[in-house]
């Protein structure tokens, strides 16, 4: 990462990409803000964005040069998929019209290493959000809420091993273990969804324990690219871990994106659920609380 | 098994317990149905059972001593854990009662294993219902339905890795492949609600597809006891495959129950779902249909 050049965020929905901007800019670097039109938030206003739609591909690098800037962080949900027509736009975007169609078709990874690829190809390094914001990915060992217990750090474990084998397949990035059992993977469903589903087997019997147990595991893919795709969680998980009626929540440590930090932090207080940084392949049985 | 000896089906809820009856008295086997108080389906007075209750222990032992059986099948659904109040029954279960609450108390996997060890030391032997109802399992290679294409063939392949990875954590025994990408692996919500799950994620576009594509799989666990727990499919399995959009649905050959054969095959066929048995590890490549 070169220090003093500006770098760009181009950010696509939700509030992850303001959290990153403020994060960099809070480190001291200049950040210039490319808004996705149609996707990105409103509040980004306040960083003063370039706004660019799918057809300004030439804009948007003839900007980043103007600019001075090296590396550039991509960051946020993307919604729509662009079609063709929208991406018939400027002469920038014509003549890499080639490139951008072969990364548009095929799976969702391949897009993203492409599009990655298509920025480095104009000289700019993609970088990710852990890197020029630090401060929003969890330390290992207990970051909030009470201490787990013996029982908690085992089936932190388990679903450890859980996530562990799913990661190295590609297939998710979640588990969950109750009461020494694994209860729920995560596949394309995500991990608010997995959550609920625990809460549904809660109250129809499936999943049973006396008062919370349990432990929710998110840690990155073995293979992922962070720079491009990393597992975030918020204070809506921390919530929806509470509804599940879990002790805790694990995420692997520098791998995940905690985003509302100070939110997370107070809901896992006042919930009473934990959060833990975990690295794999970390022997848990002498960390109990 | 002994030949001569009737066997003994000692039936919790279900059509299943019917099946295998009926299954093994088309093998030319003499059953005696032992039919749980409040589990059992009424539909096994065909066969004219013994009723017992939980607390019945001590009469179940007679029964089966009286008739001369050897081998027990123990099948059906189990959805009351029994109390201690309606355990405290007959004599014989009197004084077999630190064994039954030993076996009561702890996981359902090992409750089962331990039952199983109480028959053991009555000198009965706990065989699988595939033993004695073989053809309730499916035979490796395409059963029904069209035939799987190469595609199909190769999401066949990477849902097996799934379930082999989680089976061999003894997570699940369940998961679906949709192009070239695994969406879901089961854990405790059971297949049925897994399959519901990949019908909503095609509904909010999370799993896209042009047409039906993809398969379940559905394996027993690598050491997962047979004689006390099968995975099982049957024509609702294939009708909430054919929901979820899925090409077919492949099994374990020789080790997971295929219930109601006759309406599997007519709605594999009706629906255009394949049916597949697949045995682990096999190369799939070379099977294209």
Same sequence: chains 1, 2.
């Avoid at 995500?190 to 349990?214: F, P, Q, W, Y």
């Avoid at 293979?223 to 009626?245: E, F, H, N, V, Y």
């Avoid at 929540?249 to 509302?260: M, N, S, T």
Wanted: aromatic share 4%; net charge neutral.
């Amino acid at each position: 990462m070169t220090k003093q050049a500006p770098i760009a965020v181009i950010a696509g929905g939700g509030d992850l990409p303001g959290l990153v901007i403020r994060s960099a800019l809070a480190q001291g670097r200049d950040v210039v803000t490319i808004a996705i039109k149609g996707e990105a938030d409103a509040s980004l206003s306040a960083f003063n964005p370039v706004e660019l739609g799918w057809g300004q591909i030439g804009k948007l690098f003839s900007t980043l040069k103007s600019r001075g800037v090296r590396d550039v962080v991509l960051i946020g949900a993307v919604q729509r998929r662009p079609d063709f027509t929208s991406i018939l736009g400027d002469f920038g975007t014509m003549w890499r019209l080639p490139r951008i169609i072969a990364a548009v078709v095929g799976g969702d990874d391949h897009l993203l290493v492409k599009v990655a690829g298509i920025f480095e190809r104009e000289g700019l390094h993609v970088v990710g959000a852990h890197e020029v914001a630090p401060g929003l990915v969890a330390n290992p060992g207990h970051v909030a809420g009470p201490k787990p217990d013996a029982k908690a750090l085992s089936d932190m474990e388990l679903a450890i091993q859980a996530v562990d084998a799913v990661g190295r397949l590609d297939i998710g990035q979640g588990a969950i273990a109750v009461g020494a059992r694994v209860v729920a993977v995560e596949g394309a469903e995500g991990t608010d969804a997995m959550l609920e589903r625990i809460t549904a087997l809660r109250a129809n019997g499936r999943v049973r324990s006396k008062g919370a147990a349990g432990v929710l595991v998110k840690c990155s893919k073995p293979q992922q690219d962070l720079r491009l795709d990393m597992p975030t969680i918020g204070p809506q998980t921390i919530q929806k871990a509470s509804d599940a009626q879990l002790k805790g929540v694990c995420v692997e440590a520098g791998r995940v994106l905690v985003v509302h930090r100070d939110e997370v932090e107070r809901l896992c207080n006042e919930l009473g659920v934990f959060l833990y940084g975990c690295t794999r392949n970390e022997d848990f049985e002498g960390h109990e609380g």
